[in-house]
């Protein structure tokens, strides 16, 4: 039983509601004319809200200074600072404090489009453990809504953090290598463009594996944004496939990288599954996807790379599974929670580093399961904007480790209604395609292949690391209670057991073998 | 774990009474992806944007979604198959092909017409009725560009200069003018020379790739078994050309040799070119592309009436249309 009780037909304070609804007739007013045409009527998305009384905290005690202050130190200044780009600072009390209702209206949509900061994993259902995790807890939701609901006080001036330096010029890894690519212009008023960049060199003078690297567009759209209603108007690279290259390589010698998407976090590389970033070699793409940000609009991308130690050698490989259906996609009008579903039958055992939904302008969320055996697992669920586009790394020791033979699915969950401002026009029909305005399904998260040996490994590993008991479980690793020990070792599974456990199984057809004994 | 109420916004009670009565007016839409019927669901038209041309006029381009799997559906032009504002005829087509089919049509953009304006294709199969609505939105702006990686032809978007540079193919259809007539049963002859500029290139681009013809059984058993990816509209390129029904009842025509899908039929072996393991004619073997580029065709109509048959050249990124009016006497 938790502490934190539901807070049953808690309603919108009243001057919150007021910010909201200035917020969301904002946006109306802004909606291009024909959208006014629309039969479906916009929602606002639904708030996560919480008393700060089930936390133990009196409302009325909660102050900027020694509350809220480091709640945004650590998941908002970052970019909410003097020239870190986001549309106002927040380190300061006299900069935030007119923003304390929308603040509160933000943080509380938490896991959908519009939230901030923007990380959608949604907190009840799936796995929890994730890297570089900006994400508010419910006491932090509660502190920042009594806060706002409280009129926004700002407390003993005394007690506020001192703001930390970002350090390696707002990169969120700490780079060791940057380079940048050359200039791109789009035209305000030009279709959709794919195509090459020129290459980019890399001054690197002996081979490295790569930890992360982070890219980010640089351009000279307003802070205020264009104008433009629909989406991703901040930016104009909405996609980059790219690959390093030693001239003179073969593509299939050349190392791929995770695909850049407009408004990208960082790609943290599994410590056990480092990129090879080659001396010599040179970025190179024949296929950037440009969109206009609805003005004339000059760009450069920025590649920052994270190294591993020079002795640093992988483990494990990459296991290619392409998991998403581009082909059948069909979306009606003025209709949410449209479903799309996407399967693939894993070839080997997998352990899944990252999990990395990528729709278009209609994705609202999207979950990723494991079917193994009769059992239907959720993994993770995450809510989408096509503005934030974003990768989800699982923390160390709790990503997903699947036999082979599971089959992952992806669920899609699309709003093609005016409660989406990415929509250009809810009244028509939406299918595949790879405008901004046509849609993709897909999961370009990363997943490393485990031999028979190292899958028993790694379950090994996560059992002692955890300190499973025998009534835990752990989502995402089905088999991690079959207590296989490793290879070569005496497990703590008696023998007479195992036996039993797999001549039930047979008894029953149910049993997999690979789950009662790591046979096939 | 718990969490916090989710509280709709906004929330006032006359508001969120009147969204309420709105929403209880308004369909059940079933808001959900669709299972593989083959008959009975709807027909989505779809809007896919304006593109301009040289001589600085605009035009409007079409397609549609028939989501059976094999119900064709043969609407004709009236309070089932209209444009808005009128006329109601605009050119569409009256013969639907099963699944998605893009940039089936196209309608010049009228004079005058403005940001605001709006031009409507509304159809109604299978008791539902959709609308495409068609305005000047930059979002929907389309180039050649555009119409290639929108049909698959640049996979996830990779393309080139001479890609971009690519020309739709060119159809002369020889003999007598573009109206035909035949008597039903008998065969009715169709030629038409298709020429190209070669790209985009059938063979390294896009690697579709076709099995030896001394390939054995074992070899092409494991070709069939290995999954392909498809996480991206894809369609393997290289030219080909295409007669199906426009107008008319398509399912009372046969044509010879059967003809390459025009439609996404994704289904592996499908003859489309959006099918897993599809091969464009020239890389078949023996290869199955005109030397002369001159694609020979027989038609044999089942009924009486009047048809419009379209000649699609397609060289997998861009195509070229002819139509072709049939008609048809008893026999």
Known sequence: MSKHRIIQGKQVPRHSLVACIVFITGALLAAPPLLAQSTTPPTGPELHLFAAEDFGIDPADVTFTRDIAPILQRSCVRCHREGGGGPMALTTYEQTRPWAPVIKYKTAIRDRMGTMPPWYVEKDIGIQHYKQDPSLSDEELAKIQAWADNGAPQGDPSLMPELQEVADEGWTIQPDLVVRSEDIFMEGGAPDWWGEIDSIPIPLEQDRYVRSVEIREVNDVPAAGTGRQTVGGRWIVHHLIYRTQVPGETREEATGWPVHEVGRNPDLFSPESGRLLKAGSEIRSESAHLHSSGIDTTAHLEFAFEFFPPDYEPKYEEARVSLGDGLNISIEPNADNQELHGYRVLQDHVKIIAYEPHLHAPGDRMCLEAIWDRQIETLSCVGYDHNWVRTYTFAENHEPLLPKGTIVHITGFMDNTRSNPNIPDPRNWQGSGNRSVTNMFIDLGIMLKLSDEEFVEEMAKRREVLDLDVNDHVIGCPLCMAKIPRFGESGDMPAEETTAAVNEGERSGTVNAVAAGGRE | ?331
């Open chain 2, 1 to 331: 774990m718990s969490k916090g109420v989710r509280v709709p916004v906004p929330g006032t009670g006359l508001l969120a009474t009147a969204l309420l009565l709105i929403m209880m007016v308004m369909p059940n839409w079933a808001g959900a992806q669709r299972l593989a019927y083959t008959k009975g669901e709807p027909l989505f038209p779809a809007y896919e944007g304006w593109t301009d041309h040289a001589d600085g006029s605009r035009s409007f381009l079409f397609g549609y979604m028939n989501e059976n799997w094999e119900q064709t559906l043969n609407i004709p032009v009236g309070e089932n198959n209209y444009f808005s504002p009128a006329p109601q005829d605009q050119g569409q087509p009256t013969y639907f092909l099963p699944r998605r089919n893009r940039f089936v049509f196209e309608v010049p953009v009228p004079e005058g017409f403005g940001e605001e304006d709006e031009f409507t294709w509304t159809v109604q199969a299978n008791g539902h009725s959709y609308s495409a609505h068609a305005t000047l939105r930059q979002d929907y702006y389309v180039d050649n560009v555009v119409i290639m990686s929108e049909t698959g032809a640049l996979g996830a978007g990779t393309s080139s200069p001479e890609i971009r540079a690519n020309e739709p193919p060119a159809i002369a259809l020889e003999g007598r003018e573009q109206l035909r007539s035949t008597r039903v049963g008998q065969a009715l002859t169709l030629v038409a020379k298709v020429t190209d500029d070669g790209q985009p290139p059938a063979e390294g681009f896009r690697n579709a790739t076709a099995p030896e013809p001394d390939a054995t059984s074992e070899e092409l058993l494991q070709r069939a078994l290995t999954q392909t990816s498809g996480s991206t509209v894809a369609k393997a390129v290289g030219l080909h050309f295409t007669w199906t029904v426009y107008r008319g009842p398509g399912d009372a025509v046969a044509f010879d040799p059967p003809q390459i899908k025009p439609w996404e039929d994704t289904r592996q072996f499908a003859n489309s070119p959006w099918a897993p393991y599809w091969v464009p004619p020239e890389l078949r073997k023996p290869s199955e592309l005109p030397e002369d580029g001159r694609w020979h065709t027989e038609v044999v109509f089942q009924q009486p009436g009047t048809y419009v048959l379209r000649g699609r050249a397609d060289d997998g990124g861009l195509f070229a249309d002819q139509y072709v009016t049939v008609q048809v006497a008893a026999d």
